[in-house]
């Protein structure tokens, strides 16, 4: 075993790879001298469009504006409601609590990570406006159940696919399902930018001139601001580097589903684990590689591997209901405060080789004892 550290994200064997395009991409926007909108930042809302089979794609600044411009462009505002899962990262929540309105937090199905859809419905009540699902780690959220209630219930939905470009739900690709998609270009995400970034996407195409003015200072005509906005524009030089990466995205996400099964086959018979699922209905693309470690134990485990060189990551150590922020609305959800006391993400990138797998699983076993 040789003894380099193995981090639990490498960017540089595509940042090596995309050298020369990046290098084209970068040159050809600073010489053109605009860097606020234009046409790399059109032509990147157009191609991600087309790749996702999506009418209208909005570039915006991040992954959480894409959240908060998305509700508000479905009318979510002070006093409603809106249903999420309290095991994701905090901006999900954020944006619902930033519009004014309240998050209602419904406990995971413990073996996706994603919603209990069963609990969904209990959950409804006349403030409700949206349902937001979480496609977390990359594994779809159950899609059918949750928009069966929206039409039931005259209920938006808006999907969390900050952690899953390119995943599929029943062969449909994650965003374009339910009213609103919420992407984030985090340079960690699976289509990631070299700074913040992010997309709402829709069908709607009134939703989709809401979020554009809405990125503007809410101006359809410069200067002529017609409610109060938000400073949100997708960054050129990203949306540049973007259109290099977006024909990349298929190879990638194969790349990751074939590391998921070298992983799957180095850990089927370690005791104390539980692997990653996917369900049926699901096409996975492991943003997480993400297994649980059980009876108290995976502090620990995480520490030793640290120990041996490798670097793991706990998404997330706290619940959202846990924080203190929510604390107070009282929530107890088992599933989640379980799943957050034994999650770990191991690493995994679309170029990572076998011979590193085999590291972590060998310090893992190790760990394990
Ligand atoms: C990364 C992430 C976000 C936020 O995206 P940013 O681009 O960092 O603002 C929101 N939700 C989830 C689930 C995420 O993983």
Not at 38 to 51: L, M, P, Q, R
Not at 240 to 246: C, E, F, G, Q, Y
Request: contains cysteine; proline residues 5%; charged residues 20%.
């Amino acid at each position: 075993m040789t003894s380099d550290k193995i981090p639990v994200l490498d960017l540089q064997p595509e940042i090596d790879m995309l050298w020369d395009e990046l290098n084209a991409a970068f040159q050809r926007v600073v010489r053109s001298g605009h860097f606020i909108m234009g046409a790399d930042v059109t032509h990147f809302e157009a191609e991600a469009a087309a790749y996702l089979g999506v009418r209208h794609a909005v570039g915006l600044n991040s992954g959480t504006d894409a959240l908060l411009i998305g509700l508000r462009a479905l009318g979510v505002g002070a006093g409603d409601e809106v249903i999420t899962s309290p095991f994701t990262f905090f901006a999900t929540a954020e944006a619902v609590t930033n519009l004014g309105a309240k998050p209602v937090f419904v406990d995971i199905n413990p073996q996706t990570f994603n919603l209990d859809v069963e609990q969904v419905e209990a959950a409804i009540t006349e403030r409700t406006k949206v349902i937001l699902p979480v496609h977390l780690y990359g594994h779809a959220a159950e899609m059918d159940p949750l928009l069966s209630l929206a039409s039931r219930y005259n209920l938006k939905v808006l999907e969390d696919v900050a952690q899953a470009f390119s995943g599929e739900y029943m062969g449909r690709k994650l965003g374009t399902i339910g009213h609103v998609g919420a992407f984030s270009f985090f340079p960690s995400k699976n289509l990631g930018a070299y700074g913040d970034a992010g997309l709402l996407v829709t069908d709607d195409a009134d939703v989709a001139s809401a979020a554009r003015m809405l990125r503007v200072h809410g101006a359809k005509k410069k200067y002529y601001n017609e409610v109060a906005g938000y400073s949100s524009r997708l960054d050129t030089l990203q949306a540049a580097i973007l259109r290099v990466k977006l024909p990349y995205v298929d190879r990638w996400s194969k790349e990751r589903r074939t590391a998921a099964g070298v992983y799957d086959s180095l850990l089927r018979d370690m005791h104390g684990i539980t692997l990653p699922c996917q369900m049926d209905y699901a096409r996975h693309v492991y943003h997480q590689y993400t297994i649980r470690i059980g009876e108290g134990r995976r502090d620990r485990v995480q520490k030793r591997l640290e120990e041996m060189g490798i670097s793991t990551m706990i998404y997330y150590p706290v619940p959202l209901h846990q924080l203190p922020i929510y604390a107070n609305l009282g929530y107890h959800l088992p599933e989640s405060e379980q799943a957050a006391a034994e999650v770990l993400s191991l690493p995994i990138w679309p170029q990572i080789t076998p011979e590193i797998q085999s590291r972590v699983a060998a310090a893992l076993r190790i760990a394990l004892i």
